[in-house]
């Protein structure tokens, strides 16, 4: 065996330089053009787009959670409640007039839209000023 003979057990391979003449000249094998075909360059995620678009936490989340009272109306009460009944949240949910929040009963308003000529006895509600005026008005009471 001579020096000249001596070959080595793996080839020395080298890697490839693209965009230097030769079979990938030119565009070197990244299409044309643009963003995509520059070196060091890469699109934005599209992820960072979706997250810059969320409301900041503190606003978000704090104003979320402010509960405010279901409205009920004396005309939605005069249809549904008999002389002499008790309107209460509870009465409310069992007619169906408000619904429960989150499992629990939420507070309820009653508002002075519309006219009330029965007799009935308000409690655990909110009133507005007219609606209580309305109420006692007709007889009933608030308590």
Known sequence: MQLNELKRA???????????GGKRGKTAGRGTKGQ??????RIR???RDIIKKYPKLRGYKFSSTEVKPEVVN?????LHFENGDTVSPA????????????????EV??????????KLTVTGCILSAAAKAAVEKAGGKVA
């Open 10 to 20: 793996n080839a020395n391979i080298g890697t490839s330089r693209v965009g230097r």
């Open 74 to 78: 004396l005309a939605v009460i005069e």
């Open 91 to 106: 009465t409310l949910i069992e007619k169906k007039l408000v619904r429960k929040f989150a499992g629990r009963t939420p």
């Open 36 to 41: 995509k075909a520059r070196s060091g360059h």
């Open 45 to 47: 995620p599209n992820m």
């Open 109 to 118: 308003k009653i508002l002075a839209t519309g006219a009330l000529s029965k």
